[in-house]
């Protein structure tokens, strides 16, 4: 089992950069793939980024492809997602996720597949 604890969430103007982090706690870091995802309010969850157990492979979803950037650090049992150039619909509560038993070479896209959830921060994109 893992804990996942998310920090870095905040209020941003339009354009502006900010990095969320997810703690990981529990068994070892690097046998989980990890995944965040967003919910805006009245929306669905939807997948952001993920991100092998080997950090070699990465994926994200088309409306933050070039913008966010996800990473781990295996050593530091945590994940990041950089966020650049933010707009207004970025706005939501942002969750990291973690997935046991993936393959090493490969991260999943499907919110359900994952195991582990954080409590998620909220991050809030002015215009």
């Known amino acids: 089992q893992v804990q996942l604890v998310e920090s870095g969430g905040g209020l941003v103007q339009a354009g502006d950069s900010l990095t969320l982090s997810c703690a990981a706690s529990g068994r070892s870091f690097n046998t989980y793939a990890m995944g965040w995802f967003r919910q805006a309010p009245g929306k669905e969850r939807e997948f952001v980024a993920a991100?092998?157990?080997?950090?070699?492979?990465?994926y994200y979803a088309d409306s933050v492809k070039g913008r966010f950037t996800i990473s781990r650090d295996n050593a530091k049992n945590t994940a990041h997602l950089q966020m650049n150039s933010l707009k207004p619909e970025d706005t939501a509560v942002y969750s990291c996720?973690?997935?046991?038993?993936?393959?090493?070479?490969?991260?999943?896209?499907?919110?359900?597949?994952?195991?582990?959830w954080g409590q998620g921060t909220q991050v809030t994109v002015s215009s």
């Open positions: 991100i092998s157990r080997n950090g070699d492979n990465t």
């Open positions: 996720a973690a997935k046991w038993g993936s393959s090493y070479y490969y991260a999943t896209t499907i919110s359900h597949e994952y195991d582990y």
